[in-house]
């Protein structure tokens, strides 16, 4: 092509602006993600010496951001049950801690300290009557949480030792149990359980499954043959007390409101559900 065929064309002319002086014309935007210290209901006196919360009162989170509800509408993480996982190891400004290692008390913890920074303490559900079955609709103030720190029980019948574990007496079998809390790994095993190929025969499993989880010697014996035995054996309120104790030794948020049904006026304190409306409320 000739100069002046360019020159007609206009491809002669050089461009008023560079792509380099175009950007940097462009101020700089700087916004860092404000934080907030989570107040941790183990105050991580029940993590072991390793691990990065070990007598940490709190952790610190970032607030919620979209990338965050990215990771929510994920449906990848969703299906194979890591959303949650995944939002607090993103919202985590200590990212040697994994979701998994939390106890189940501190992960709800962060929980609702996120779903508070990222939508507001107000969280409208639907709630099944337990005694008409109908579906009423209920506002949960998140702001009301209680922090229970597992500390309420009689230390002449449940033992804590140094490694955070507690001993117990069976109440009929008289056998000396250790247990130990549930931690995220085991929250989620038993979620993958209930979602499996053999859901309903999993479901019929929970309760010795979550035993295996959690039961740590028997008798100061911890073979996996010997506790298996155990607890396929145990009767069943020697089951029960066992996971009363446990209840009762972890510590967790409390979430509760006095509940009264529209359709037949029933009353009831009721435990805060935490469904898919808790961190998708307009999915």
């Avoid at 404000?34 to 390793?50: A, F, H």
């Avoid at 007496?169 to 809390?181: A, C, G, Q």
Wanted: some cysteine; charged content about 30%; glycine content about 4%.
């Amino acid at each position: 092509m000739s100069r002046n065929s360019a020159s007609r064309l206009g491809l002669d002319k050089k461009p008023q602006h560079s792509n380099s002086d175009e950007a940097a014309s462009i101020p700089e935007f700087s916004f860092i993600a404000p934080t907030e210290m989570v107040d941790l209901p183990s105050r991580g006196r029940l993590y072991p010496d390793s691990h990065p919360l070990h007598n940490a009162e709190h952790v610190e989170i970032r607030f919620m951001t979209a990338k965050e509800e990215d990771i929510l509408l994920n449906e990848s993480y969703i299906k194979t049950g890591v959303a949650i996982d995944k939002l607090i190891y993103s919202l985590l400004t200590n990212k040697k801690i994994q979701a998994n290692s939390l106890l189940i008390g501190d992960k709800n913890a962060i929980i609702v300290a996120a779903r508070i920074s990222g939508y507001g303490n107000d969280y409208e559900t639907k709630i099944s009557c337990p005694r008409c079955s109908a579906k009423v609709a209920f506002s949960f103030d998140l702001l009301d949480a209680k922090v229970y720190r597992g500390d309420e029980y009689d230390p002449k019948e449940i033992e804590k030792t140094d490694n955070g574990t507690f001993i117990l007496h069976t109440p009929l079998s008289k056998v000396k149990v250790e247990i130990r809390l549930m931690n995220g790994s085991d929250e989620k095993h038993m979620a993958q359980m209930l979602r499996g190929k053999n859901k309903s025969k999993m479901s019929g499993k929970l309760i010795t499954q979550q035993l295996h989880r959690t039961v740590v010697t028997v008798n100061d014996y911890d073979h996996p043959h010997y506790i298996g035995t155990f607890i396929d054996a145990v009767p069943a309120r020697d089951s029960l007390y066992i996971r009363k104790v446990l209840k009762k030794v972890t510590p967790n948020v409390e979430l509760k409101e006095d509940f009264v049904c529209e359709q037949c006026s029933h009353e009831e304190f009721l435990e805060v559900p935490f469904n898919a409306e808790f961190f998708w409320p307009d999915r």
